[in-house]
């Protein structure tokens, strides 16, 4: 079946530093690629996206591109800001259809804080 | 607009007993899916609704756990006979349709069975 795996961390970095967690996946056809991020007492958001290969997701500062050829989608960030603490979870979507279409498959999170 | 909404937020119950949560998800969304977020399992996938329709239950950890969706809105997941280790915080989401939309998650509800 479909899985995901993420650096678990925790990460601890200083403000301004440069932000990798890597994610790769097993999925079988062409699945979408997701990050989320839940902050501390908030629900999970939709940080980026990529919906196909080498397509790149971009956001608040954040990216990810979609490697079929290394089954990766890792998450880059150049400068964290402390507001970026929170935890980053890497998911993907089935894309063959049936019956499992659309249903997310999550990695482990990853904790990120972020020292001033 | 308003976004997915749970109730109730929290919920602490005795083993034994039975437990329903609710999902009102995002006005004109078609589809609405259940997780779960546990320490133990992180975050995995219960069931999803097609308007009322469930075409993928593989995720529901036991037959204690059921789902349903009347009127193509409002979802509530019922378990019985609660036990420890359904402890967790259950999430809601919603999306426009069953594709690669984005999925909107709710607050969740946790989920306590002492």
């Known amino acids: 079946g479909d899985s995901v795996t993420q650096m678990e961390g925790p990460v601890t970095l200083s403000e301004e530093a440069f932000l990798t967690i890597n994610c790769t996946y097993t999925a079988t056809g062409y699945p979408s690629l997701f990050w989320y991020v839940q902050y501390p007492g908030e629900g999970l958001q939709l940080l980026l996206k990529a919906t196909k290969a080498d397509d790149k997701g971009s956001n608040k500062g954040f990216e990810a591109t979609y490697r079929k050829e290394t089954t990766s989608f890792h998450l880059e960030k150049g400068s964290v800001q402390v507001s970026d603490s929170a935890v980053y979870f890497c998911?993907?979507?089935?894309?063959?259809?049936?019956?499992?279409?659309?249903?997310?498959?999550f990695g482990q999170g990853t904790i990120l804080t972020v020292h001033p | 607009g308003a976004g997915v909404s749970q109730s109730p937020s929290n919920k602490v119950t005795e083993k034994g007993k039975d437990v329903e949560l609710r999902c009102d998800p995002i006005?004109?969304?078609?589809?609405l899916y259940w997780y779960r977020q546990s320490l133990g399992q992180g975050l995995e996938f219960l069931i999803y609704f097609q308007g009322n329709s469930a075409p993928d239950k593989s995720g529901l950890p036991s037959d204690r756990f059921s789902a349903e969706r009347t009127g193509g809105s409002v979802s509530t997941l019922t378990i019985q006979r609660t036990q420890q280790e359904d402890s967790a915080v259950y999430l809601c989401?919603?999306?426009?349709?069953?594709?690669?939309?984005?999925?909107?998650f709710g607050p969740g509800t946790r989920l306590t069975v002492l």
């Open positions: 006005s004109g969304h078609t589809a």
């Open positions: 989401a919603s999306s426009f349709w069953v594709t690669t939309d984005t999925q909107y």
């Open positions: 998911a993907l979507s089935d894309n063959t259809g049936g019956t499992s279409y659309g249903k997310l498959t």
